[in-house]
């Protein structure tokens, strides 16, 4: 029952401010090398249930009416594929397909360069994270209208070691207020955009674009989301996923 209650309470707040002032695109980085992933079909093209990991993603955001545009950075030898993708299943939100870079931020920045100037916050996502809901794609976007900035994450559960150089345990790390952090990750635009300037000027190279406007000193408001936000990166990431979208068929959808 305080589930149901939740999730209504969740689509409530995801919608009461759906508006001009909160016109969102997202930013779909799409760009990497699979070299953890091996063979030579890049993973954003491997099949999870049957369906492209890329078109599930697309597919995620399309769904989600809080997503207004879409923006995909690719490499650019992949640029076909993806297209091909984006017509099959019919992503009308698509706007434009954008080289990917050398780095996750110079991918995010090239796709940030896109958006139309209707544009007021960004959602920037991993094209691998294909199991990602509308209503947590929604949550998030919810929860940064209010805070400028707000990223979907997950709390840390395991027991967590910090080792030395040799692997020799050093201490037990309080877990209480530590998450991993999943995409999608909501910003407001002038926001977004000064971040990722001082990131630049300062050669700050994150691994996420919450390092960059945690760098310019603003605070990230992080929204519990499932576990099975997950990225895909290695084989085993595709048979755990088609298990969770197997385990999903069975039950009501979320979407």
Request: net charge positive; charged share 25%.
């Amino acid at each position: 029952m305080k589930e149901a209650v939740q999730k209504a309470v969740d689509i409530y707040e995801a919608y009461r401010d759906f508006n001009e002032k909160t016109y969102t695109a997202a930013l779909i980085l799409a760009a990497g090398s699979s070299s953890r992933m091996g063979g030579k079909t890049s993973k954003q093209f491997l099949p999870v249930g049957g369906i492209p990991v890329l078109a599930r993603s697309l597919l995620a955001y399309q769904k989600c009416p809080l997503i207004r545009e879409i923006v995909v950075a690719a490499r650019p030898e992949d640029a076909d594929e993806v297209k091909k993708l984006v017509k099959k299943y019919e992503i009308s939100k698509f706007t434009k397909l954008v080289s990917g870079g050398a780095t996750r931020a110079e991918s995010a920045k090239n796709a940030l360069n896109a958006v139309s100037a209707d544009v007021q916050y960004v959602a920037v996502a991993d094209g691998a994270r294909c199991l990602t809901t509308p209503l947590e794609i929604a949550r998030v976007c919810a929860c940064a209208y209010r805070n400028k900035a707000a990223s979907a994450g997950c709390r840390v559960v395991d027991t967590v070691k910090r080792t030395g150089a040799l692997g020799n345990v050093k201490e037990t790390v309080d877990r209480e207020n530590l998450w991993t952090v999943q995409t999608p990750q909501v910003f407001h635009l002038a926001l977004y955009a000064a971040a990722t300037a001082r990131a630049e000027a300062d050669g700050l190279k994150p691994t996420d674009d919450n390092a960059m406007i945690e760098h310019l000193g603003y605070g990230v408001r992080l929204v519990e989301c499932s576990r099975e936000n997950m990225k895909i990166t290695t084989p085993a990431d595709i048979r755990l996923a088609e298990a969770i979208l197997a385990a999903r068929g069975k039950e009501p959808s979320d979407d």
